[in-house]
């Protein structure tokens, strides 16, 4: 007698939302969901410690294989001064009327080349570390912070052999000096915000890293770093002279030789320009945070 095999009819598959309840019950997430602003930022504040030891690490192999290393921290953007020097200052002209044009110029210089820097490194903060995004689980913002930080500790380098420039060329310690602290630190919050705008978006094209250098070439040339906006701009219509002068590098610029220049008096300022770095600073750091935080979950995918 033939026997009839009956195959048991298959097991149905469970639905999506006995999936999430089976999930929520155990304590499972989805990998690499975006977490809430507030937990974000929580997380970023838990792991400070490593923020602060990347951007070191970054900045100690920055120069590693050159022969007179971590000199080339102070000696860059002295170099790139005595260029501008040379071409602005001499063949232009742009020093006549500007009273202690050598330590203006090389801290406007040194004070661009910390917003510059940032935002160059921000724009390979996730495409150039996919490596260690793919790898760890931590709060992305973190790359981007740390290489702002790791701009900020070179620029304080170099800050030493910009006090050595004033006291050669005259300039005094004032007590106008302790201005540069909360200069810098609204500086910083700027940079930061605008390295996480560029981070996001080089995540997604990485070709923007080609495009920036042109990008801040002609914003540098537009922030006053060679030349006094104040001086050279009593011709032009009054609405280019207000937005050359609100332009954030040249009021961070500007805050910096205020601080600095006992030469560069305060009837060179733009009105309210505490207010104008303050608002710079907040729009840019809160906006660029909230902005990179909202692609958490895509960086290093695809």
Not at 110 to 138: C, D
Request: with cysteine; proline share 6%.
């Amino acid at each position: 007698m033939s026997q009839v095999l009956h195959t048991p009819p298959p097991t149905p598959a469970p639905a999506a939302e006995d999936l999430a309840a089976l999930a929520a019950r155990h304590g499972l997430s989805v990998s690499g969901a975006r977490p809430s602003l507030r937990e974000y930022v929580g997380q970023l504040w838990a792991r400070r410690h490593f923020i602060s030891a990347f951007a070191t690490a970054k900045l100690t192999a920055q120069y590693s294989q050159a022969k007179l290393g971590q000199v080339w921290q102070v000696m860059t953007p002295l170099l790139n001064a005595a260029v501008y020097y040379f071409i602005f200052g001499v063949l232009l002209g742009t020093k006549h009327n500007v009273p202690d044009y050598v330590p203006f110029l090389v801290t406007g210089v040194f004070i661009w080349t910390f917003t510059q820097s940032s935002i160059m490194a921000g724009t390979r903060a996730i495409s150039g570390n996919l490596g260690l995004v793919r790898a760890l689980h931590f709060p992305r913002a973190a790359l981007p912070i740390s290489f702002a930080l790791q701009q900020l500790q070179q620029l304080l380098f170099s800050m030493a052999a910009l006090v050595v420039i004033l006291l050669c060329f005259g300039v005094p310690v004032a007590a106008s000096w302790v201005l540069a602290i909360p200069a810098l630190v609204l500086q910083f919050t700027f940079n930061a915000g605008v390295s996480m705008v560029v981070a996001r978006l080089g995540a997604k094209t990485p070709d923007i890293a080609q495009l920036m250098p042109f990008v801040l070439r002609t914003w540098m040339y537009v922030s006053g770093v060679m030349w006094s906006i104040d001086k050279l701009t009593t011709k032009e219509p009054h609405i280019v002279r207000v937005l050359l002068e609100l332009n954030p590098a040249a009021v961070y610029i500007d805050l910096m030789r205020f601080a600095l220049i006992d030469s560069f008096h305060a009837d060179s300022l733009p009105p309210h320009v505490w207010a104008a770095a303050t608002g710079w600073a907040l729009l840019a750091g809160v906006g660029g945070f909230i902005y990179f935080w909202k692609a958490e979950e895509t960086y290093g995918r695809g």
